[in-house]
């Protein structure tokens, strides 16, 4: 078993995820009311992905004989300017993400639950790839015009993103 102060973290994070999930969803209806399917399929699969980090904190929690809660979800933003905006507020929430797993990693050293670091090496990994990734991507949309030709180009690859788990 966990310590209670871990074993709360952990359910933090796990609807911390969830969070995430319902924030990239909205994201996606950003991008689909615009008309822009392949920019919401890639923030419906970012959803996704981050559904699944949340359900490996769950199997975690019950591997280790502890409980997941539930917590309520707060509303996302709904409301962006450009898509610009909505990759600025993905790379944010990416860094909060970020933040929240060093956090973690420092609790579960402190604590010397080396099951709970060995979990977590994952996503320290995945945070670095996730930042990256947007980085990138917003790199690329700055040097464009939202629907221009170029972004219309990228659109159709983001259409082309499947779930990778």
């Known amino acids: 078993m966990l310590s209670e102060k871990l074993t709360n973290a952990l359910n933090d994070q796990f609807n911390n995820e969830l969070q995430a999930a319902h924030a990239y969803t909205a994201m996606a209806a950003y991008f689909s009311k615009k008309g822009f399917h392949g920019f919401a399929n890639f923030y419906l699969i970012q959803s996704k992905e981050e559904h699944y980090h949340a359900m490996k904190f769950y199997h975690y929690l019950v591997t280790m004989d502890e409980k997941p809660v539930l917590q309520a979800l707060t509303e996302p933003k709904n409301h962006f300017v450009s898509a610009l905006d ?80």
């Open 86 to 165: 909505v990759l600025e507020n993905s790379l944010s929430q990416e860094k909060s993400v970020t933040s929240n797993i060093y956090a973690l990693v420092t609790l579960a050293g402190e604590l010397e639950e080396h099951a709970t670091l060995s979990f977590l090496d994952w996503f320290v990994e995945e945070q670095m790839e996730e930042e990256k990734s947007f980085r990138d991507i917003i790199a690329r949309v700055k040097a464009i015009e939202e629907g221009g030709e170029y972004f219309l180009k990228m659109d159709d690859e983001f259409a082309q993103r499947k779930l990778e788990a």
